[in-house]
């Protein structure tokens, strides 16, 4: 039983602390705690979008390099380097990729650090793996 639960436990601890990243981290702030099953569907609203609130991505990516993350839409619309994501397709995804210890380009994501646990981006992974609904 705890290893099922284990995954949402490390989740929720890691989204309880604040992180530095982008300077900009705006003013909005994200709900304490993402529960994810993972036997369930993950929620771009109510699990991938407070990830991108938390660690500062929705305020940092607010346009730069033409990436905007605030929804759906606008992750498979990109920026200047193409689609954030490739539903279906979390390994070439582009915002998989960024969030990796060696990105294709430019900085690793969140840029300057901490970056996000292995348990934080398989949570992004398995939503882009489902197909990256807007749900």
Known sequence: ?????????VLTIGLMFPCAGCKDMGVNPPP???HVDTLSTVSFQNNVLPIFNKFGCYDCHGGTNGLVVHTVADLLRG?????????G?????LIMKKMSPTPPFGDRMPQGGPYL???ITAVIATWIKQGGKDN
């Open 32 to 34: 304490a705690v993402v």
């Open 1 to 9: 039983m705890l290893r099922r639960y284990a995954p949402v436990l």
């Open 89 to 93: 397709n979390a390994d070439s995804s």
């Open 79 to 87: 920026g200047v380097h193409g689609p954030a994501i490739t539903p």
């Open 117 to 119: 646990s292995d348990s």
